[in-house]
């Protein structure tokens, strides 16, 4: 089945730094990746959608130079979080939308990222 | 525009009772509907998915939901709760097409009581 990794698991970074998280579609061409962001007791809330090769389109109310999203390859997207702060503290989600061999193999998650800036 | 209702933020259940987990769509397209089950500090695994073939769909772990156009409702159910079913559910909707972002719910604890 498909699979997307997701690294890493946990960073803790100091404010003011800048944190690269990375997904990577292992067994299929992810053409479109989604970057969900995730508060504590609370649901999935959509970041932004990358296209392979175009910018991504962020939902109102992300900042879209702080969250920097590059999705150059069809199998890699990465999230970087630019100059972090307490509160960008959170879960990282990515999912993958993709094709292999014809089939639409749906929405497959990353394992998530919980970030941490002190 | 898409949005998914989850009744209720918490459930508890005695193990090897039944479990129900209610969700009810809002979709200007046919839809697709999702099950994922979160663990603690992990991400989402996916439980099963209605694609518009048979309405009522099997997941893993024992776990099915039923498609009720009528009643516009996707509720999770399993006959027997188990102690590893504790976690959090949610259940999502995208259009048919997969054009799409997927929209969560609020999320459902299970706790299940020994």
């Known amino acids: 089945g498909a699979v997307v990794s997701q690294h890493p698991s946990r960073v803790i970074c100091k404010s003011g730094t800048s944190v690269k998280i990375e997904c990577r579609s292992l067994?299929?061409?992810?053409?479109?990746m989604f970057w969900y962001r995730q508060f504590p007791k609370q649901s999935l809330m959509l970041m932004a959608t990358?296209?392979?090769?175009?910018?991504?389109?962020?939902e109102q109310g992300v900042e879209k130079d702080k969250f920097l999203i590059n999705h150059a390859s069809l199998t890699l997207s990465t999230l970087t979080v630019t100059s972090a702060h307490p509160e960008d503290s959170s879960f990282y989600i990515c999912?993958?939308?993709?094709?292999?061999?014809?089939?639409?193999?749906?929405?497959?998650f990353g394992s998530g990222t919980r970030l941490t800036v002190v | 525009a898409q949005s998914v209702t989850q009744l209720g933020s918490h459930v508890s259940v005695s193990e090897g009772a039944l479990v129900l987990l209610r969700c009810n769509y809002s979709?200007?397209?046919?839809?697709?509907l999702f099950w994922y089950v979160q663990y603690p500090n992990q991400g989402l695994q996916l439980l099963l998915k209605?694609?518009?073939?048979?309405?009522l769909v099997k997941g893993i772990n024992g776990f099915e939901a039923e498609f009720k156009k009528s009643e516009t409702s996707f509720h999770l159910t399993k006959p027997s709760a188990h102690m590893s079913d504790a976690a959090e559910y949610f259940c999502?909707?995208?259009?048919?097409?997969?054009?799409?972002?997927?929209?969560f719910g609020t999320g459902t604890k299970l706790q299940v009581i020994p």
């Open positions: 067994d299929f061409q992810a053409t479109t």
């Open positions: 209605y694609t518009s073939a048979a309405t």
């Open positions: 979709s200007s397209v046919p839809p697709y």
């Open positions: 990358s296209n392979e090769g175009s910018k991504a389109t962020y």
């Open positions: 999502a909707v995208s259009d048919r097409f997969g054009y799409q972002k997927v929209t």
């Open positions: 999912s993958a939308r993709g094709t292999l061999a014809g089939s639409n193999y749906g929405y497959t």
